[in-house]
């Protein structure tokens, strides 16, 4: 795997290198951004890799949960300045969701991917921000970006959502499970509550009324989180 970012630092080098080098004041300060820059991307190339594994796993349930968990940081979520750029460890998180929204349509999650694109359009429309990245992202990387994360999905193997079955007719399948959370949610929010309830109780509660495996839950895991965040996100 470092192998693999190793080699997209080399291709970003040879996109940024200014093509006539000379020792001057201007020169030295160029080649100390383009440094900074291709470092910066090792810890960006992993964390687009580590979004990549969760759409893999998870599919729409993972990328409508991460959206929303993106979005809370605000403006941030669209701009940085040069400064905390170059000290950064994570991408903004705008060219996260971009990236994300590819792959997912790639994965034939179309619908999905569309409807999380429209809504940080909206809301990127609706802050006034535009994309400056200050050279740390150009739609001209996106190649170097996409071939590298194809080669480390590649390498690591992840199951993926589509080949996910249950260990029998009884188990609950998770990926499943959190993707009619959202539906749900999304379409019937009065009754998302009375649903949640009732699919507790016929997954988790034994006929002995006691939790069984999680007996620290009340409800379960997924859709408690996805509403606990919805709710947030609202306020």
């Given at each position: 795997?470092?192998?693999?970012?190793?080699?997209?630092?080399?291709?970003?080098?040879?996109?940024?290198?200014?093509?006539?080098?000379?020792?001057?004041?201007?020169?030295?300060?160029?080649?100390?951004?383009?440094?900074?820059?291709?470092?910066?991307?090792?810890?960006?190339?992993?964390?687009?890799?580590?979004?990549?594994?969760?759409?893999?796993?998870g599919g729409g349930a993972f990328l409508?949960?991460?959206?929303?968990?993106?979005?809370?940081?605000?403006?941030?979520?669209?701009?940085?300045?040069?400064?905390?750029?170059?000290?950064?460890?994570?991408?903004?998180?705008?060219?996260?969701?971009?990236?994300?929204?590819?792959?997912?349509?790639?994965?034939?999650?179309?619908?999905?991917?569309?409807?999380?694109?429209?809504?940080?359009?909206?809301?990127?429309?609706?802050?006034?921000l535009q994309q400056i990245y200050h050279g740390y992202y150009a739609a001209?990387?996106?190649?170097?970006?996409?071939?590298?994360?194809?080669?480390?999905?590649?390498?690591?193997?992840?199951?993926?959502?589509?080949?996910?079955?249950?260990?029998?007719?009884?188990?609950?399948?998770?990926?499943?499970?959190?993707?009619?959370?959202?539906?749900?949610?999304?379409?019937?929010?009065?009754?998302?509550?009375?649903?949640?309830?009732?699919?507790?109780?016929?997954?988790?509660?034994?006929?002995?009324?006691?939790?069984?495996?999680?007996?620290?839950?009340?409800?379960?895991?997924?859709?408690?989180?996805?509403?606990?965040?919805?709710?947030?996100?609202?306020?």
């Amino acid at each position: 795997m470092i192998d693999l970012i190793k080699e997209l630092q080399d291709k970003l080098e040879e996109l940024l290198a200014p093509p006539f080098q000379q020792n001057d004041r201007r020169s030295t300060a160029e080649r100390h951004r383009v440094k900074k820059i291709i470092e910066t991307w090792f810890d960006w190339t992993e964390e687009l890799f580590c979004d990549a594994v969760g759409l893999v796993i998870g599919g729409g349930a993972f990328l409508k949960t991460f959206s929303l968990y993106l979005r809370m940081s605000g403006r941030e979520a669209f701009y940085l300045t040069e400064n905390d750029l170059e000290n950064s460890m994570h991408p903004v998180s705008l060219i996260r969701i971009k990236f994300l929204v590819v792959r997912a349509k790639q994965l034939g999650l179309t619908d999905e991917a569309k409807q999380i694109e429209a809504e940080w359009n909206q809301l990127s429309a609706t802050m006034r921000l535009q994309q400056i990245y200050h050279g740390y992202y150009a739609a001209s990387y996106d190649p170097i970006i996409t071939d590298t994360l194809d080669c480390m999905i590649e390498e690591a193997n992840p199951i993926c959502f589509k080949d996910q079955k249950p260990l029998d007719a009884t188990a609950v399948n998770f990926v499943d499970l959190i993707s009619e959370a959202w539906h749900r949610l999304a379409t019937n929010e009065s009754e998302f509550e009375k649903w949640q309830e009732a699919l507790f109780d016929h997954n988790f509660i034994d006929d002995s009324k006691k939790v069984t495996g999680i007996d620290h839950l009340k409800e379960p895991v997924g859709t408690k989180t996805i509403h606990n965040m919805q709710s947030s996100h609202d306020k």
